[in-house]
């Protein structure tokens, strides 16, 4: 399953980006390359996600899919509360290719858009 690089395209506080604060995602993608709902569907074990932000520890939780609301990344409690419980981070919006260069947005618990650009896929 290839990981997925993001680094921060434009943001509130970082309107030219930042290359310090970073997403990377597991994910299975299909032959269109976008994330496959199929595959997500059919594996019984979370696919990753961990945030990059500098002077914080890695934040580890998972990617989810759901019909209605599509992808989205969720973190764990700094309880442990299990990922499907854990806050939800983002909802990625983006229909398109899953290839380096390609920006795609995240819409954060307090509904405000950033813009990520895809750097990697492996």
Do not use: C, K
């Not at 434009?10 to 032959?31: C, I, K, T, V």
């Not at 059919?42 to 696919?47: E, F, L, Q």
């Amino acid at each position: 399953m290839p990981t997925v690089t993001l680094v921060l395209a434009s943001g509130p506080q970082h309107p030219q980006g930042s290359p310090d604060h970073r997403f990377e995602l597991d994910l299975a993608l299909d032959r269109d390359g976008r994330p496959d709902p199929a595959a997500w569907a059919a594996d019984p074990t979370p696919w990753p996600a961990r945030r990059y932000r500098p002077g914080d520890p890695v934040e580890v939780g998972d990617v989810q899919y759901d019909e209605e609301s599509g992808w989205r990344i969720h973190f764990q409690d700094e309880d442990g509360a299990g990922a499907d419980d854990a806050p939800l981070a983002a909802l990625i919006r983006y229909d398109g290719r899953w290839r380096p260069g390609e920006i795609l947005t995240l819409t954060g618990r307090s509904g405000r858009d950033t813009a990520w650009r895809i750097v990697a896929v492996n």
